[in-house]
């Protein structure tokens, strides 16, 4: 476990994430008191990214549930592999054993499908991060259950008995906030809204994430991805598309952002077809000025925008 | 400077005892802006305290944020209250909150006035929207009585009752889907092979009854999106007041009104007066004479309610006769959006039901492609016939 808020960010940083103070405080406090951690922002921002790294720097493991609508106990939790309950009724019938001993052992532990929440749970050695992704997806049924697993980290399944975490395991739920949850659900997070990075930390981000690219580039695009975010887009871009981005200008063998570079790998940044006509034109050619007028380094605040 | 200030709660002889009750005095104030704690979230920052330096002003910021705070619409409201509370403690209390509550003129502080001025009207909902159905000339106000009459003239009780019965119907129909998943059943497509399991385990291998499983009814979010321009204020003024007299039986519903602007009235259906906020609203915000900009509304509408509203369970009903009188293309991709984002959109248009009617004009061109149904609801007859056809439809 972690015993300082530094220790956090150094870990991170060793990771490839560069978070701030303040996501490190909180991630601090969440392995402390034990409570889950609710991340919740834009898509593409590094919710998902934070949970992977945590497990990293404790050097255990990740355990990752994918919410969508219809997730149900079954794909949670556990459920019994019926294949192989019947299939061993009927061997025990075909090695003779006796009537009164078959199927005896059907629900025992190796019958069991253990779903990500059952191993979180049951997860000897260190305490697992169990990472609970886009929660905005499922529905209130499996809110109320998570609310329930959530507090006491306690599974009953009846056949076995009830199976109590020796120790809690470290929850990370992301939310894309799709929809809004439940407060009582939060209420028992330590809640976090990540950002869209400022330019210096974007900036930190393509260096630490693509180490190769020059740093005109990178300065370039960071500061025509800070333009782009300030504008009415359908799906704004995130980080990850900075750094899809950087990548695929760097593969290119691009020294400098310049109109045509632009237009021919805008597809990496904005993901709709109306997003992508309303940055052509005009548009692109102020963002492209400012962009290239923009000397000032990191930390320098920026100003002036497309319109 | 501040974290001194901080540090010096904590008293000579590093009692935690006057901190805490400034952490419960810092949570009561929360409170009275209108931003929720409750005793468990204090518990935690308390314990917090244990783990980081609470003269470090940012760290100790970072720590009531997450413990305190569940809403990111609630974060600069905080930090506000945050600074006040904990930089200078020499300010009245009393006095801070309404220079905080005018800073955030959409937020808790005004949340909670409405809230208060809804409290009243909550309790007296279900009686009083029967009085008004039952008996509409013995209300007491008589712009109600006046708009009644206007709306829906010459119909009598009987006829309102039923308008009411056809409207419950068919936002019955509107607001459940399918779901996903299953639950028992009597009969049914899809064998339940877990119960058929545990049935049969008794009697051996011999499975002796079948088990079956369906899909259970979800409900759907409703949008109602009502055109109040011109000769279409009556319809939906109409069709407002029916699903506000029904009040608390509809959740998940949302009620905009259009012309050249969008405006939410769902935070004042369970109201009484609900007409006078229709008409002040109609006075206020739409331009009367500037005809009407649905594709400028729907952006409003597809903006506003993109996270709240509008979803792959989202069933937009549109109340319109659609004469636009603004940018064809807007509307044709903000349609296109609305298309995308949500399960059904309904056109609903009194012209239709005029025999000779073609739906030439530019709007209604523009939105055709878009829409599950275009239907009209000119009288009763005409609503109660949709409402058949969804029914057969959907279900």
């Not at chain 1, 951690?37 to 990214?49: A, Q």
């Not at chain 1, 395991?169 to 976090?192: F, G, Q």
């Not at chain 2, 904590?10 to 929360?30: C, E, N, W, Y």
Request: aromatic share 8%; with cysteine; net charge negative.
């Amino acid at each position: 476990m972690f015993h300082s808020i530094e220790e956090i960010e150094q870990q991170f940083a060793t990771q490839g994430y560069i978070a701030d103070r303040h996501l490190a405080t909180t991630v601090y406090l969440a392995t402390s008191l034990g409570k889950p951690l609710y991340l919740e922002g834009e898509p593409g921002v590094g919710k998902t990214e934070v949970a992977k790294v945590l497990a990293k720097s404790l050097d255990t493991d990740l355990i990752r549930l994918q919410c969508y609508e219809g997730l149900d106990t079954n794909l949670a939790l556990y459920e019994w592999n019926y294949l192989r309950q019947m299939l061993e009724v009927r061997l025990q019938e075909a090695r003779g054993v006796d009537k009164d001993e078959i199927g005896n052992n059907i629900f025992e532990e190796q019958f069991l499908l253990k779903r990500p929440l059952l191993q979180a749970i049951q997860s000897a050695g260190k305490r697992p991060v169990l990472l609970i992704d886009e929660i905005d997806r499922s529905d209130d049924e499996f809110e109320a259950f998570l609310l329930e697993v959530l507090s006491d980290f306690q599974i009953t399944i009846p056949e076995v008995g009830t199976i109590k975490a020796e120790q809690p395991p470290i929850v990370v739920l992301t939310s894309n906030r799709t929809r809004e949850m439940h407060d009582a659900l939060k209420r028992r997070c330590l809640y976090h809204w990540i950002d869209y990075p400022t330019l210096e930390k974007e900036l930190n981000i393509v260096l630490t994430k693509v180490p190769e690219i020059k740093e005109t580039l990178s300065t370039q695009i960071c500061k025509f991805m800070e333009l782009l975010r300030r504008e009415d887009f359908y799906k704004r871009p995130g980080i990850a598309e900075t750094l899809d981005w950087a990548n695929a200008l760097l593969s290119l063998g691009i020294d400098e952002l310049d109109q045509g570079t632009i237009e021919t790998t805008l597809s990496c940044i904005l993901k709709y077809k109306q997003d992508q006509d309303k940055l052509s034109g005009e548009s692109l050619d102020k963002a492209l000025a400012v962009t290239k007028n923009f000397k000032g380094g990191p930390g320098v605040s920026a100003q002036g925008s497309i319109n | 400077m501040h974290s001194n200030d901080a540090v010096s709660q904590r008293g000579d002889d590093g009692a935690s005892v006057p901190l805490i009750t400034h952490i419960v005095q810092f949570g009561r104030k929360l409170h009275d802006a209108g931003i929720d704690v409750n005793p468990s979230n204090l518990i935690d920052l308390s314990r917090s305290l244990l783990y980081i330096d609470i003269a470090n002003y940012d760290d100790f910021y970072a720590a009531a944020l997450a413990t305190l705070i569940i809403n990111r619409e609630d974060m600069e409201l905080f930090s506000l209250l945050f600074r006040e509370y904990w930089q200078n403690r020499e300010i009245p209390f009393e006095d801070e909150f309404p220079a905080s509550e005018e800073k955030n003129g959409n937020g808790a502080g005004e949340a909670r006035q409405l809230q208060k001025q809804l409290q009243p009207a909550d309790g007296e909902a279900p009686g009083d929207a029967e009085e008004h159905d039952g008996d509409p000339e013995q209300t007491g106000y008589s712009s109600r009585e006046l708009l009644v009459k206007k709306d829906i003239d010459g119909m009598t009780d009987k006829e309102l009752d039923e308008a009411r019965k056809i409207i419950a119907e068919l936002i019955a129909i509107l607001a459940n889907r399918k779901s996903r998943r299953f639950s028992p059943a009597k009969s049914g497509q899809q064998l339940d092979f877990r119960k058929i399991f545990r049935r049969s385990m008794p009697y051996g291998e011999y499975c002796l009854k079948l088990s079956y499983k369906t899909h259970r009814l979800k409900k759907n979010k409703l949008i109602l999106f009502c055109d109040v321009s011109g000769s279409m204020e009556r319809y939906s003024r109409f069709l407002i007041q029916l699903i506000c007299a029904m009040g608390a039986k509809i959740s998940n519903i949302e009620v905009a009104v259009f012309s050249t602007r969008m405006t939410s009235i769902t935070p004042y259906l369970n109201r009484k007066d609900i007409d006078e906020v229709i008409k002040q609203m109609s006075d206020q915000v739409h331009d009367w004479a500037g005809g009407t900009n649905i594709g400028g509304c729907l952006r409003e509408l597809n903006e506003q309610q993109a996270h709240q509203m509008l979803s792959s369970h989202t069933v937009a009903v549109i109340l319109s006769d659609g004469w636009d009188q603004g940018d064809a293309d807007l509307m044709r991709s903000e349609m296109e959006q609305l298309r995308r984002r949500v399960n059904k959109i309904i056109w609903l248009n009194p012209l239709l039901g005029n025999a000779n009617y073609q739906p030439l004009c530019k709007g209604m061109q523009t939105a055709l492609p878009f829409l599950d149904h275009f239907l009209p609801v000119h009288n009763l007859e005409s609503l109660s016939e949709a409402t058949r056809l969804l029914r057969t439809l959907w279900h």
